[in-house]
């Protein structure tokens, strides 16, 4: 059992920058793949950045080239660098866990932290 819980959210201007975590514990983290996930205002979730458990990253096209995640599996912490927010980035961001387990997969999601991008 894999519990998550973000924090960093807040209120930044557009062209700001802000660092979220997400604090992992209950199992073992360095073995999962983590994600981070926006939900805008009356908007599905969508997939913003992700890393593997050996590094390997990809990033949703808005965000490439802005956001950065990144791991650290001996504080079991995600982390998500968002510089030269936008307005567009407002919403709900929730991290993720994921063990595969062929054939099941096993999946965990924090509570989310609120990221607001306004003047």
């Known amino acids: 059992q894999v519990q998550l819980v973000e924090s960093g959210g807040g209120l930044v201007q557009p062209g700001g920058s802000l660092r979220l975590s997400c604090a992992a514990s209950?199992?073992?983290?360095?073995?999962?793949?983590m994600g981070w996930y926006r939900q805008a205002p009356g908007k599905q979730r969508d997939l913003v950045a992700s890393?593997?458990?050996?590094?390997?990253?990809n990033y949703q096209d808005s965000v490439a080239g802005r956001f950065t995640i990144s791991r650290d599996n001996a504080k079991k912490t995600v982390y998500l660098q968002m510089n030269s927010l936008k307005p567009e980035d407002t919403g709900v961001y929730y991290c993720?866990?994921?063990?595969?387990?062929?054939?099941?997969?096993?999946?965990?999601w924090g509570q989310g932290t609120q990221v607001i991008v306004s003047s």
């Open positions: 993720n866990a994921v063990l595969n387990m062929a054939p099941k997969e096993h999946n965990y």
């Open positions: 209950g199992s073992i983290f360095s073995i999962y793949d």
């Open positions: 890393i593997t458990w050996g590094g390997s990253t």
